[in-house]
């Protein structure tokens, strides 16, 4: 089931109702979802290769302890900001400044930044760590299956 952006976001407590949360496809909601978004975010950062091994070291545990607390939502939000993690700095690696297109909506050509990459790579373990996870695997079908 698609991620559901006709919720009131600023009235839930995904933690109180995990029932209410779709997975959905790669990052959607991740800046929706509370209180995760509020715990994690503080923590997110890919400026440089050590500010991003400790971010993605940072919320790695993050879902780690999600997932000792059997919280798949949890380990579900942690995820997708390792995935953001990756992607923004994809994207910072491959443009300066992270933008694709110049202001007459063409596509720049890429001009790699290789600590940029070097961040991306950070995550992408990370997040590819909690993407095969086997209980988070497990949690994950459990939820589609209960809540869609």
């Known amino acids: 089931m698609a991620f559901d952006y ?5 009235a839930i407590d995904f933690r109180d109702q995990p029932e209410k949360y779709r997975v959905g496809r790669g990052e959607q909601g991740v800046l929706l979802v509370e209180p995760y978004k509020s715990e994690i ?3 997110w950062r890919f400026k440089t290769i ?6 993605s070291n940072k919320i790695y545990e993050m879902f780690i302890q999600y997932k000792l607390e059997n919280d798949f939502v949890g380990m579900d939000m942690a995820r997708k900001f390792l995935q953001m ?3 923004r700095a994809r994207r910072y690696a491959n443009y ?3 933008k694709k297109y110049n202001k007459d909506g063409d596509l720049k050509r890429r001009n790699i930044d290789e600590e940029k990459a070097a961040s991306a ?7 590819k760590l909690a993407t095969e996870d086997e209980e988070y695997l497990h949690l994950k079908k459990e939820h589609q299956n209960n809540y869609g």
């Open 6 to 10: 006709d919720l009131d976001f600023e």
């Open 50 to 55: 050590d500010i991003a091994k400790e971010s």
């Open 85 to 87: 993690g990756y992607t």
């Open 96 to 98: 300066p400044g992270g």
């Open 121 to 127: 790579a950070i995550f992408e373990t990370k997040w």
């Open 41 to 43: 975010l503080p923590h």
